[in-house]
């Protein structure tokens, strides 16, 4: 059987440090590759209160067209198809059942919502196990001995190096947002023959 890593997001859009991170992670825990797993875009919006969401269709595009050069890298639209967002734990149960038996990869930033916000953590954790990349301003470790729910999981920890720690989704999405508005300012302003800008203009 695969050795593998689930890893569950929005991956709105995917950035480098999705990438590198699980591909870093899957090393580190000796796992054989990465499955990408990206929740439905109503969730993105509705209950995680995104400004913004690509399509289903388009995230799973973008990770089918990283995917396609790296071996390691599986993703999967199981949650996508379903009517309403699925638990985490119910979603590992059906990839169980389709042959893969996964661990769980998360974020550190995800540490303090297991015990309150998360279903079935004591289950995911025993039947499959949690590894969590400690990046960000947050301390796994701290946060483990800080709470004996946490403590009892018997969290597997995969330290990340400094450079990924301040790579998001967000960040992304707020930079091509501000191109977005570039563009439709330059339209404004250039005429109409230059709307597809040479290459040249737009060297520095």
């Known amino acids: 059987m695969t050795r593998s890593l689930a890893f569950f997001g929005a991956f709105n859009p995917p950035t480098r440090a999705h990438i590198e991170l699980a591909e870093y992670s899957m090393r580190k ?3 054989e590759e990465v499955i990408f797993v990206p929740s439905k875009s109503d ?8 400004g913004f969401a690509f ?7 973008m990770l089918r067209q990283i995917a396609d050069n790296r071996p390691w890298m599986r993703y999967t639209d199981i949650e996508m198809k379903q009517a ?3 638990r985490t734990y119910d979603t590992l149960c059906r990839m169980r059942e389709m042959g893969e038996h996964p661990s769980l990869l998360l974020g550190a930033d995800k540490l303090p ?4 916000l998360w279903h079935n953590v ?6 499959f196990g949690i590894v969590c990349m400690d990046r960000g301003d947050m301390n796994c470790e701290d946060e483990i001995r800080k709470s004996p729910f946490l403590a009892s999981l018997n ?3 995969v330290h990340v190096p400094d450079r990924y720690r301040n790579i998001s989704s967000t960040r992304v999405r707020a930079m091509l947002s501000q191109l977005y508005d570039m563009k439709e300012e330059l339209h404004l302003l250039l005429p109409d023959e230059l709307t597809e ?3 040249e203009l737009l060297r520095p």
């Open 113 to 116: 919502e297991l015990e309150d």
């Open 122 to 127: 004591r289950e995911m954790a025993a039947e």
């Open 55 to 61: 399509s289903d269709e388009d995230r799973i595009n």
């Open 155 to 157: 969290l597997r920890i």
């Open 43 to 50: 969730y993105i919006l509705d209950f995680q209160k995104k």
């Open 197 to 199: 800008l040479p290459s």
């Open 29 to 31: 825990t000796g796992a």
């Open 84 to 86: 309403e967002q699925p």
